[in-house]
């Protein structure tokens, strides 16, 4: 099965706005990964089964514990944040924030490619 179009073009564009801080990316059929320059990595994932699933996940666990993703699987846990079901893991999967993603992917590759270089260490 070939990767949807959506993914292929974040690669394209994250590649060319944010050379910096990507070491290599790699493409999968529903997912998208950048190595990073610290040796942490950046996921993309796109559900298969339900269009408008989608999870950005920037796993830290190996540098110092923590992880951030944005993501709307619309998981029932948190049903009372405004934003649901978007909403942000701020370091781990017990604190969840309210989302600033919307429906444009480009703009949210953007947005968490941002937080990441200034999160970075």
């Not at 990507?22 to 996921?43: A, M, P, V």
């Not at 049903?79 to 969840?96: A, D, L, Q």
Request: net charge negative.
């Amino acid at each position: 099965m070939q990767s949807p179009p959506i993914l292929i073009r974040m690669q394209r564009i994250a590649l060319l706005e944010f050379p910096e801080i990507i070491s290599s990316s790699h493409l999968e059929t529903n997912k998208l990964r950048f190595f990073l320059i610290d040796n942490s990595f950046l996921e993309i994932y796109c559900s298969l089964k339900e269009f408008n699933q989608w999870a950005f996940h920037w796993e830290r666990r190996n540098i110092d514990g923590t992880f951030y993703r944005y993501d709307n699987i619309p998981h029932l846990k948190w049903k009372e944040i405004s934003t649901f079901p978007w909403h942000f893991h701020t370091g781990n999967g017990e604190i969840v924030e309210e989302s600033s993603f919307g429906d444009d992917r480009i703009e949210n590759l953007r947005t968490f490619f941002c937080f990441i270089q200034e999160n970075m260490q």
